[in-house]
């Protein structure tokens, strides 16, 4: 059976979608029997989604209103109340999302997006794949060899410990999805390397849709567009 990895940054990318993301998660649930995590994946999920929403939040604050400059000839005009009213209003209303969003960073449970990643991968469906020692000393090197995937920066091996988990524990061809170019960039590289090492086929992509197609479900117009293409192309 083929194997499907979804990469940290496509479910990041759900909180700034204008596409509903439980609709998007649910077409993700379907492939359940076929996804695999590696565990850092997991990790840098919980790790930088706080990252995610504190940014949505800090924009909000920059869009407090402060109080209207009114002249002097105006400000007995009646509807200068209702506008500083209004202002209040809005400003309340503001600060009562910022403090929902910092409620979702405190508590993944009240982040629907956080909570249904962390139900899919509870799911006994789904296989998680434990990094172990051997596995970040591997990544270590593939890094110091600058053989891709590369991380960026020079102290940081994420990437470099989801292949060498992946390499290490399947067998199967495997569909890789991921908005990570270091992946897409050295495509050829990549595949041979699973050939080798995984024996199976390797498909990178950056679309749900493709995977899909395991199941035979055609992509929902919100996962289209989410993925940013119409939907003449998706068949």
């Known amino acids: 059976m083929?194997?499907?990895?979804?990469?940290?940054?496509l479910f990041l990318d759900l909180y700034g979608t204008d596409e509903d993301p439980g609709e998007i998660l649910a077409e993700i649930w379907i492939l359940r029997e076929h996804l695999v995590f590696p565990d850092i994946i997991?990790?840098?999920?919980?790790?930088?989604?706080?990252?995610?929403?504190?940014?949505?939040?800090?924009?909000?604050?920059?869009?407090?209103?402060?109080?209207?400059?009114?002249?002097?000839?105006?400000?007995?005009n009646v509807n200068v109340a209702a506008?500083?009213?209004?202002?209040e209003e809005y400003n309340r209303a503001l600060w009562a999302l910022y403090g929902d969003i910092q409620g979702m960073v405190k508590d993944p449970a009240a982040d629907p997006i956080a909570r249904t990643f962390?139900?899919?991968?509870?799911?006994?469906a789904v296989r998680v794949l434990h990094r172990t020692e051997d596995l970040i000393v591997?990544?270590?090197?593939?890094?110091?060899?600058?053989?891709?995937?590369?991380?960026?920066?020079?102290?940081?091996?994420?990437?470099?410990?989801?292949?060498?988990?992946?390499?290490?524990?399947?067998?199967e061809d495997l569909i890789f999805v991921t908005r990570?170019?270091?992946?897409?960039?050295?495509?050829?590289?990549?595949?041979?390397?699973?050939?080798?090492?995984?024996?199976?086929?390797?498909?990178i992509t950056d679309r749900v849709s493709d995977a899909l197609r395991l199941v035979g479900k055609p992509p929902s117009p919100a996962l289209v567009r989410f993925e940013g293409r119409d939907a003449k192309d998706a068949g």
């Open 2 to 9: 083929t194997s499907v990895c979804i990469d940290t940054n």
């Open 42 to 76: 997991v990790d840098e999920f919980l790790r930088n989604r706080s990252k995610v929403l504190d940014r949505i939040a800090d924009g909000l604050r920059t869009r407090e209103v402060g109080e209207p400059d009114i002249p002097a000839l105006l400000r007995e």
């Open 83 to 87: 506008l500083h009213r209004t202002g």
């Open 118 to 124: 962390c139900e899919l991968a509870r799911d006994p």
């Open 138 to 171: 591997r990544a270590h090197h593939r890094k110091l060899l600058g053989n891709p995937p590369k991380s960026p920066g020079s102290d940081t091996i994420g990437d470099e410990v989801v292949w060498e988990t992946l390499l290490a524990n399947l067998g």
């Open 180 to 203: 990570d170019l270091t992946y897409r960039y050295h495509v050829t590289y990549l595949t041979e390397e699973y050939r080798k090492r995984a024996g199976g086929a390797l498909e």
